[in-house]
């Protein structure tokens, strides 16, 4: 490391410290110690596992003709469709649970698929689509050439070197299907429960935090096998890649399979969002008088969005100082400690947000007792927010030429203003890509802001949820309404995030 930087690991690692792996030994101890009521639900366990597997495979079925397109074919708009399929992936969790509410399609398991398909679709073609577009073509072409038809030349030669991407993909489906909340919950309502249902229900529904606990650290573990899985897959991810457009091919005679492939994708994942939108206006625009008057819920629409707002600036606030300081550490050091600081702070994402929403229930009530403080809940929102700005800002940092800052110390400047004058514009647009990420997570957060928000510090999602919840027709449209401008303001952040965007961003 630098010197004189060893202390810029010190706030970030606090933080983290305090705010989740506290809260999470916690939930541990609790579930270890108190008595709870009977054993793990083990149906609830299985249809967990079972509804994620058959998401996973059904968005695979569904993302790979599209992204098999978006690979080998250059067409008009091909980046337009990219950035068109993006979409619903950033969208908050509750939008998409309205969107396919506003379908009309009935509480089932297989309305649960579709949206964690239609949610999911982004990740195969993002993930498998990076290597797939990348690939040589010389050793499939030569297999042609010797003899081999088209699926015998794929098999043999292109799935292999596909396979560490899509075992990262799957890995990753199974993941955000394993952990869903706030899709499960409204589609599924408590007739199909998942582990984080089960969770919310044990807590809210019946005070039982030690079972709560218990399952939640069950489930803890699972997410552990799964990134451990992501995490081999990564390393067989093939290294010998070539420009993309060197790969790609004009569809030719293929032209009109390639706009049937994206016709069907394309309007598969644009129809929920258009019938958010036609339902929320629905009646004379019902929805959207409903939300102008005050006094129809414990916090008013417009106060709801203020507190996303505000909630919103607090997280990119904390986690660009807290995300940043970490950066800069990760980036500058090769000292196996602060590849333990990179690894913990990326806990949180593979974390079930219904777990810490959990864990700070039951953990912040000392030294200083945080649960009914309205700063919990953009502290939960920084937890998940920080590994994102984390992940940016890496690359661009150890992407600086060393020579620069030798350059500028020659000079006679100061690390200081070596920092400021050379370091820091480099990586500001990174930056900002992260603080765009991070405010849109803020706004679509709604497992933990479940367990922490109180009336009065209700956001966009969690109003939205007791919108649908309530009786009468008027609540309902006003659900769709809020949903639609969740999904235009988280929209509109992502869209100057990406304005701002240096490259490819690892999200995924």
Avoid at 215 to 220: D, H, K, R, W, Y
């Amino acid at each position: 490391m630098k010197r004189g930087r060893w202390w810029m690991a010190v706030p970030p690692a606090l933080f983290i410290g305090w705010f989740f792996l506290y809260p999470v030994g916690e939930l541990l101890r609790l579930s270890l110690t108190q008595p709870w009521s009977g054993r793990l639900p083990g149906g609830v366990i299985l249809f967990t596992l079972g509804q994620a597997l058959a998401s996973t495979v059904l968005t695979l079925l569904v993302a790979l003709p599209l992204t098999a397109v978006l690979s080998n074919f250059d067409f008009p708009g091909r980046s337009a469709v990219r950035a068109v399929v993006t979409v619903p992936f950033v969208m908050p969790t509750m939008v998409v649970a309205a969107a396919f509410l506003s379908l009309g399609l009935p509480a089932s398991i297989w309305t649960i698929l579709l949206a964690h398909a239609f949610y999911n679709l982004a990740v195969v073609v993002r993930t498998v689509g990076t290597t797939w577009s990348r690939l040589d073509r010389l050793p499939y072409d030569s297999a042609r050439v010797l003899g081999a038809g088209r699926f015998t030349a794929f098999r043999s030669i292109t799935l292999p070197m596909l396979k560490p991407s899509l075992l990262a993909a799957a890995a990753i489906v199974f993941l955000f299907s394993f952990t869903s909340f706030g899709v499960v919950l409204v589609l599924g309502g408590l007739k199909y429960r998942t582990i984080e249902v089960e969770i919310y229900r044990l807590a809210v529904t019946f005070l039982d935090l030690p079972a709560a606990g218990a399952l939640a650290i069950a489930q803890l573990l699972g997410v552990g096998l799964v990134m451990a899985v992501y995490a081999r897959a990564q390393r067989g991810a093939p290294t010998q890649l070539v420009p993309e457009m060197s790969r790609l091919r004009r569809p030719g005679r293929r032209t009109g399979l390639v706009w049937a492939v994206v016709g069907v994708t394309l309007a598969l994942e644009v129809t929920p969002l258009v019938a958010l939108v036609r339902r929320s206006f629905q009646g004379n625009g019902a929805g959207w008088r409903f939300l102008a008057e005050a006094g129809t819920t414990a916090v008013t629409p417009a106060q709801a969005i203020t507190n996303s707002l505000r909630f919103a600036s607090i997280t990119v606030v904390t986690a660009l100082l807290l995300g940043g300081l970490a950066a800069w550490v990760i980036a500058g050091s090769g000292r196996r400690w602060s590849r333990y600081l990179d690894l913990t702070l990326m806990l949180p994402l593979g974390t079930s947000a219904v777990t810490v929403g959990l864990g700070f229930l039951v953990a912040l009530d000392r030294p200083v007792d945080l649960r009914t403080s309205w700063l919990i809940v953009p502290i939960a929102h920084s937890l998940i927010a920080i590994p994102f700005v984390v992940r940016v800002t890496v690359p661009a940092l150890r992407s600086i030429r060393a020579e620069l800052m030798e350059a500028a110390a020659v000079l006679g400047a100061s690390p200081r203003r070596a920092w400021r004058v050379v370091e820091l514009p480099l990586v500001a647009r990174s930056l900002a890509v992260g603080g765009g990420f991070a405010a849109a997570v803020s706004l679509g957060e709604f497992g933990a802001s479940t367990f922490i928000a109180r009336p009065a510090t209700m956001t966009i999602p969690t109003l939205l949820f007791r919108l649908l919840g309530r009786p009468g027709s008027a609540s309902y449209s006003g659900a769709m309404a809020m949903a639609v401008i969740l999904m235009v303001v988280t929209a509109a952040v992502m869209l100057l995030a990406d304005r701002g965007r240096v490259g490819e961003m690892g999200a995924f």
